[in-house]
């Protein structure tokens, strides 16, 4: 094992990284403000990268704008379903569970709707002009959409750090994770709240699909495979902690771009073995925070 | 959930015994045996899924795990020494079963709610994996095809029969559980986890019991099933089987012991005649959640059971 292989492994864990923490954000955010575990959100990382495909096919857009009408459009689809539907089991008696059905119940239904308007088959999108090729760094050859993967991603993290932590309506956000009814008594609209950071979580989703289109094709079905390794994931880092999920998502993209080419028959089994060993030593989560405490 | 409602146990038992009893004898193909034979295993699964969830609040989504480690105790075992141990080969699944669940249970049952849910779905999911890539193995993809029971098991009728009796027995015996005080201790842990410590009783270890008497009747169902279905496919131990079963039971009502098997019934039936039908069975199966969800969250049994009450009480408010 050399060292350019060695790079080249580990650069490619870090897009993914990247990739899966993006997904992983948007189900900690929701979880973490809204109390809504949000089951079907690999479905609208999905919805992501069709909305990206059908901008391309449509207008033959370039992939950036395709990627930001992904984003909008898998945060307006989510805003909807948070607002015709969630909505109304909010509060309920074991309302967990029922969350849990109902976005189940959205995995299903949006997988087949996926199917009857773009069909079965595999749908491809390519790298965006420029990112086509590779980069050479100290004699290491390097794919440079992946590196730009991890450039976005970590502008991305820098973004929703600062809107979460230093500005008005992140503060909002993080006061009525605290304590709903509080913040409603203080003339803030929670609902609205509520379906706005429901948007944001799902759109973090969209993009995730968008940029992640180029690297594996867009098939129906997409989202069960991406929330269970966004599961995975959280329960690494633990939930509802912001840098545990970017944490966990290190470790998982790590360990999963290792085992597809070590031990590539069993890459997907591994990823359970790293959750079950979080399970086994640390079943909060590596990075749980100590006292009880959402975001 | 009620603690005891004679007429309606009553009911279902008769339910139980003249219908699924009298089936083969008014004469019916075999595609009914078959049919009633699927209402009567899944019920079962149903049954065991809802001590969890109904009864203590657990929502597992990875009972598909037991139910598929059932189906491929039985299969392996005709698969890799012989049909002749095909009833051993359910006893295999029922220990396998056992034993996973204690351990896996071990490990789940230290996080609670949507988290349990989740290790639940992300174990089941493993298995599924491990099952699907080792060929050689368990077939993958391919599934075990050619099990036929042996003997007097290979007859349709002597065996519809003897599932009937063992999935009566079964959910005798649940019904019996969630009548004992482990059954009311369980219900305390639904309703009200800390209050069950403050009177002595561990929480935990009430939950990895009931989990793993859930996990060996889904096994039992599964190992069963094998023989009805002549065949296995790794769709058992898929996700969505464990989606099926909470759908299920919340068609039924999870609130009643026999919500479930009543809804499996139902769900059943619709299957037929729909399933067949369209390529978008998924999509149904999602509408019907949504409905049951948003609108109906008792279930069918438990909302005409809600309705009697209502209109019981206008009736006496009437007269008064």
């Known amino acids: 094992m050399d060292l350019s292989f060695l790079v080249v492994q580990l650069i490619s864990g870090l897009s993914l990284a990247t990739l899966l923490f993006l997904v992983a954000s948007g189900l900690t955010l929701i979880f973490g403000v809204g109390?809504?575990?949000?089951?079907?959100?690999?479905?609208?990382?999905?919805?992501?990268?069709?909305?990206?495909?059908?901008?391309?096919?449509?207008?033959?857009?370039?992939?950036?704008?395709?990627?930001?009408?992904?984003?909008?459009?898998?945060?307006?689809?989510?805003?909807?379903?948070?607002?015709?539907?969630?909505?109304?089991?909010?509060?309920?008696?074991?309302?967990?569970g029922f969350q849990i059905l109902l976005t189940y119940s959205f995995i299903l239904v949006i997988d087949d709707l996926v199917k009857i308007i773009w069909g079965t088959e595999y749908k491809t999108i390519l790298r965006p002009e420029g990112l086509r090729g590779s980069i050479e760094l100290f004699g290491i050859t390097l794919p440079s959409y992946n590196l730009a993967i991890i450039g976005i991603g970590f502008v991305l993290v820098v973004v929703a750090w600062f809107i979460l932590g230093r500005t008005r309506p992140g503060r909002i956000a993080r006061a009525?994770?605290?304590d709903r009814e509080m913040m409603n008594a203080?003339?803030?609209?929670?609902?609205?709240?509520?379906?706005?950071?429901?948007?944001?979580?799902?759109?973090?989703?969209g993009f995730a699909g968008a940029l992640a289109?180029?690297?594996?094709?867009?098939?129906?079905?997409?989202?069960?495979?991406?929330i269970i390794d966004s599961l995975i994931v959280v329960v690494i880092g633990g939930m509802g902690n912001f840098w545990g999920a970017w944490f966990g998502a290190l470790i998982l993209g790590e360990v999963i771009a290792f085992a597809v080419v070590l031990v590539p028959e069993w890459a997907s089994v591994v990823s359970y073995v790293v959750m079950v060993l979080t399970l086994i030593f640390k079943p909060e989560g590596l990075f749980a925070p100590r006292s009880v405490r959402k975001v | 959930m009620e603690i005891r409602n004679n007429y309606k146990e009553i009911v279902f038992w008769a339910i139980l015994f003249v219908i699924f009893g009298s089936l083969p004898i008014i004469g019916s193909s075999s595609y009914h045996l078959m049919l009633a034979s699927h209402i009567l295993l899944w019920g079962l699964f149903a049954v065991a899924f809802n001590m969890l969830w109904g009864v203590t609040?657990?929502?597992?989504?990875?009972?598909?795990?037991?139910?598929?480690?059932?189906?491929?105790?039985?299969?392996?075992m005709v698969r890799h020494v012989g049909s002749d141990w095909f009833v051993p080969g359910i006893g295999l699944g029922l220990i396998a079963a056992a034993i996973l669940s204690f351990a896996i249970g071990l490990l789940i049952i230290r996080v609670s709610g949507v988290f349990f849910t989740v290790l639940t779905l992300a174990f089941g999911q493993l298995v599924w994996q491990i099952t699907f890539r080792w060929y050689e193995f368990t077939g993958g993809d391919d599934g075990i095809q050619g099990i036929i029971p042996p003997g007097i098991l290979s007859n349709k009728l002597f065996y519809y029969y003897a599932t009937l009796l063992i999935v009566i027995a079964s959910i005798w015996l649940l019904?019996?559980?969630?009548?004992?005080?482990?059954?009311?201790?369980?219900?305390?842990?639904?309703?009200?986890?800390?209050?069950?410590?403050?009177?002595?009783?561990?929480?935990?270890?009430?939950?990895?019991?009931?989990?793993?008497?859930?996990?060996?009747?889904?096994?039992?169902?599964?190992?069963?099933?094998?023989?009805?279905d002549n065949?296995?496919?790794?769709?058992?131990?898929?996700?969505?089987?464990?989606?099926?079963?909470?759908?299920?039971?919340?068609?039924?009502?999870?609130?009643?012991?026999?919500?479930?098997?009543?809804?499996?019934?139902?769900?059943?039936?619709?299957?037929?005649?729909?399933?067949a039908k369209t390529e978008y069975w998924p999509l149904i199966i999602g509408l019907i959640m949504m409905t049951m969800v948003l609108l109906l969250p008792r279930g069918l049994v438990g909302e005409f059971e809600a309705l009697k009450t209502r209109l019981q009480s206008r009736m006496v408010a009437d007269r008064g």
């Open chain 1, 186 to 205: 203080m003339g803030v609209n929670v609902p609205l709240t509520m379906t706005l950071v429901f948007g944001i979580a799902t759109m973090l989703g």
């Open chain 1, 213 to 226: 289109a180029p690297l594996r094709s867009v098939t129906p079905g997409a989202g069960i495979e991406v």
């Open chain 2, 57 to 76: 609040g657990m929502l597992s989504f990875g009972q598909a795990l037991y139910f598929g480690l059932g189906g491929y105790g039985v299969g392996l």
């Open chain 1, 35 to 96: 109390n809504v575990f949000n089951f079907a959100h690999g479905s609208f990382y999905m919805l992501g990268a069709y909305f990206a495909y059908q901008t391309i096919a449509a207008f033959s857009a370039n992939f950036w704008l395709a990627t930001l009408a992904a984003g909008i459009g898998a945060g307006i689809a989510g805003m909807i379903a948070e607002s015709l539907f969630l909505r109304r089991i909010y509060g309920r008696t074991e309302e967990g």
């Open chain 2, 175 to 228: 019904r019996r559980i969630s009548l004992s005080p482990l059954g009311v201790l369980l219900r305390c842990v639904r309703q009200n986890p800390n209050r069950v410590s403050f009177i002595g009783q561990s929480v935990r270890y009430s939950q990895l019991r009931i989990y793993i008497v859930s996990s060996v009747f889904s096994a039992l169902a599964g190992g069963l099933m094998a023989g009805v």
């Open chain 2, 231 to 275: 065949s296995i496919h790794t769709d058992m131990l898929y996700w969505t089987t464990s989606g099926e079963v909470i759908l299920m039971s919340v068609l039924g009502g999870i609130g009643q012991f026999f919500g479930p098997f009543i809804g499996t019934a139902v769900f059943i039936v619709i299957q037929e005649f729909v399933g």
């Open chain 1, 176 to 178: 009525t994770a605290l």
